[in-house]
């Protein structure tokens, strides 16, 4: 069942969406050569409980970090630890804040000094195909519009969409209905409604399209070991199309 919003709802998740911008803002500041991912969680946890949130990875289904931290091809699902970024490495960064009851969720890929050109591409290729997706958010449009552009941006610049993991309603759980894969054909599944909120995370390869996870059971990587990105928002739909709540 997808649970639309009432105002007093968003109210609270535009707050919780605040943080999470606050906190990768934040976390900006200390992504440079040498730090560790470890490091940067524990940046991550303190900043958002400062800001009287607690991190909804933390402990989410036995998940030891407050973000997930997933570099080069790692996809997602990454834990942090004793890894080093190194200078020309790229990571993908997940956070998530739980304010009042209700979740933020946003993902972002970041440059680890200087990158090579391919990466580069890569990155502006994920984050502009998930605006593209977020052009088709609007009242009244079928939900896999999003997904239809999405992959249709991505793959028309030589890029592969992952499949096996999707975006997802956001609320009081950090996963909702509905789930949104970030590909398929377009006029599919449920009209969107004012009062839905929605993370759309889409998440591209440089090369094939497949994933495996780790023994760790956790870190997902690309099965070719070409380098991968990600990119998300949480959205509420409006009377006239969308709001991103996951902004400062």
């Known amino acids: 069942m997808i649970i639309c919003k009432t105002p007093r709802e968003l109210d609270i998740m535009r707050e919780a969406g605040r943080i999470v911008a606050l906190t990768h803002q934040e976390l900006k500041k200390h992504i440079v050569p040498g730090i ?4 940067l969680d524990d940046i991550a946890d303190q900043f958002i409980r400062k800001h009287d949130a607690i991190p909804s990875f933390k402990g989410y289904n036995g998940f030891r970090g407050s973000i997930c931290a997933s570099v ?5 699902h990454g834990i942090p630890g004793d890894r080093v970024l190194n200078n020309g ?3 993908s960064i997940d956070i998530g804040a739980k304010y009042n009851g209700y979740h933020g969720d946003s993902a972002w890929t970041y440059a680890i000094g200087q990158i090579n050109e391919e990466s580069q591409r890569l990155m502006d290729v994920t984050e502009e195909s998930l605006y593209k997706g977020l052009e088709e958010a ?7 519009n ?3 552009a999405i992959q249709t941006y991505a793959e028309s610049n030589g890029f592969s969409i992952v499949r096996e993991y999707v975006g997802h309603g956001v609320g009081q759980d950090l996963h909702e209905d509905p789930q ?14 004012p009062g839905m909120v929605l993370a759309i995370e889409p998440m591209v390869n440089a090369g094939s399209r497949y994933v ?11 099965v070719d070991g070409k380098r991968c990105a990600h990119f998300e928002h949480t959205i509420a739909i409006t009377e006239s ?3 991103i709540l996951t902004k400062a």
């Open 36 to 39: 560790t991912t470890r490091e």
């Open 212 to 222: 495996k996870t780790l023994t760790d059971n956790w870190t997902v990587v690309t």
């Open 180 to 193: 949104i894969p970030h590909y398929g054909p377009p006029n599919r599944g449920p009209r969107l409604k």
């Open 146 to 148: 999003i997904s239809h």
């Open 72 to 76: 080069n091809d790692e996809l997602v």
């Open 89 to 91: 490495d790229i990571i």
């Open 138 to 144: 609007k009242p009244g449009e079928r939900l896999s």
């Open 241 to 243: 199309g969308y709001e």
